[in-house]
């Protein structure tokens, strides 16, 4: 602050300029420091009551697309490929 002088904003009011009671400082009211998120505020966002994801979903095995083996190298590739990434294979 301004030549030492301890100013109080509400949080309200920040960005905005000022001047400073004491000494007639201009200043800008700086943004309030943002708060720690404590471990039940996490919980509380995850939770099943306040709409999150429920527990099933959460822990469903991803979706995975459909996959064909190579001929040549027996690797699973994705079936949409023209040919295998891992031995360069042509796949018709």
């Known amino acids: 602050m301004p030549n030492g002088h301890k100013l109080k904003a509400k949080d ?12 007639g400082a201009t200043l800008r009211v700086p ?7 404590s471990d ?4 509380a966002l ?3 009551e306040d709409g999150g994801v429920t527990t099933a979903a959460r822990l469903a095995p ?3 697309s459909p ?3 190579c ?4 690797t699973r590739i994705p079936s949409g490929l023209p040919f295998c990434p891992l031995c360069d294979c042509f796949l018709s």
């Not at 309200?12 to 000494?23: L, M, N, Q, V, W």
């Not at 943004?31 to 998120?37: K, L, Q, V």
């Not at 039940?40 to 919980?43: M, P």
């Not at 001929?71 to 027996?74: G, L, N, S, V, Y």
Request: proline letters at 17%.
């Open 62 to 64: 991803p979706q995975t």
């Open 31 to 37: 943004s309030p420091e943002p708060r720690p998120i």
């Open 71 to 74: 001929p040549h190298c027996k």
């Open 67 to 69: 996959t064909k083996q």
């Open 46 to 48: 995850l939770s099943d």
């Open 12 to 23: 309200k009011h920040a960005g905005r300029k000022t001047t400073c009671p004491k000494c």
């Open 40 to 43: 039940s505020s996490v919980l």
